[in-house]
């Protein structure tokens, strides 16, 4: 096709020389001059629509420097240098909160989040406790990246800084298929709706309170996942411990060596759409041998909702826990502006040299978008990120989301008086834009059996309020 360029291209150029020429022939008719610029105007048509086809293979430069050349005499003239071109036609860049730069099957993306807190428990007089009262914080700041390799191969890998500490998150390797997504390494084990929801597309600043009571937390391992039957969600894992333990390089009941427990997790979804109506029924099952027999520091327990207290006021004495065994039904619904989620989590600790410990919890929870047209995102079995429909700078509002939740939480079992607990929560989230979003808090927290008071009472409420800003990216 180059060839055939300059050929039409010196066509062009020996036409345009004509004007020369004709000093040294007879002038032309009035006939053959019509032909002439007929023959020119046929030539400068063929090499405007080689151009256009040249456009599409790297070669449009090439190509306009040909056609663009000044006239000159039919002299030789000298050769020109190699063109060099590199091709980005397949690669885009597209914007997800940052930079996604895709090519193919392989890509890369930059992934963040940065949320601060700010909260006060308002305890009832006679419960003197430092951590209580107003607290502030950087709840988490994540920075990380995922991409894809190629092949179906790709990776996740994110650092966390939470509670002054540095932590790896969701670091894996995964391999999927059509229906299939095999990972290795640091990630959930499938426990809970609210637990595998992220953090920044749940309804309240915390999630349920058996969540943390119950210390789920990511560990490594090996997992599979199969989506192959419409409307069905398949998830199992083989588990070892969380890094942190498995990198102590102490020796002793906290030391690296002896963390060797080992769990199998597994979750089913069944999630079908019912005309305008996503509906979510789950549930999950888990055994867990912790296989540290010398250690008796086992404990459940939790905050008064909000993370910025470090306190408990209800919680388990240290027991020596031989193995867990939990399991968990999962109920959700999302039409149009509402949804509606509840969970039910149930644990037995089995002890060493004594009886199995059995414990529980689970929340009910309603929201609505208050809104027009907004609605929340749900996706591969759990509840997704809400794009707003009309955000700020579109001239719309964002979203306005109001939620209600009761908690409930149950750490009592025969001579084990961990404590109860009722909680009655509200929230208010605006996302004036995609990946940032404001969430306002309210829980009151009906205690029985928590942390005395000065008069040895033990039933008692406390008043929560937290806010907090988040961008996720």
Known sequence: MKSQVAALSAGVLLLGASPALAQTKPPMSAEEARALKDDI??????????????????????????????????????????????????????????????????????????????????????????????????????????GRLGGGVGYKLELELSDNVVELVDTVITYETKNWLLSVGNHNQFQALDEMTGDSSGSMMERAAFTDAFNFERRLGVSAQYRGIKDWLFQGGVFTDDIEALSNSSDGPEGGDENNSVGVDGRVVYAPKLGDTQLHLGASAHYRDLNRLSDSSTRYRQRPFVHVSNSRLIGTPSLAVDDETHYGVEFAAIRGPWHVATEGHWLDASQVNGPTANFGGGYAEVGYFLTKGDSRAYKNGIFDRTKPVSPIDRGGLGYVQLNFRYDYLNLNDGSIRGGEQNGYIASLIWGPLDYLRLNLNYAYLDYDGATPLDDGRRNYGVHVTGARIEVDF
Do not use: C, H
């Not at 006060?120 to 007089?125: F, R």
């Open 41 to 146: 105007a046929a030539l400068r048509a063929e090499i405007a629509a080689m151009e256009r086809r040249l456009e599409e293979s790297g070669l449009a430069a090439e190509t306009a420097a040909v056609a663009t050349a000044p006239a000159a005499p039919a002299a030789p003239a000298p050769a020109a240098a190699p063109v060099q071109t590199a091709s980005v036609s397949d690669t885009t860049i597209t914007w997800k909160g940052a930079p996604e730069i895709a090519s193919g099957d392989r890509s890369f993306k930059v992934k963040g989040r940065i949320q601060a807190d700010a909260a006060y428990v308002d305890a009832p007089g006679g419960l003197d406790d430092p951590g209580l009262g107003f607290g502030n914080e950087i709840r988490r700041i994540r920075l990380g990246g995922e």
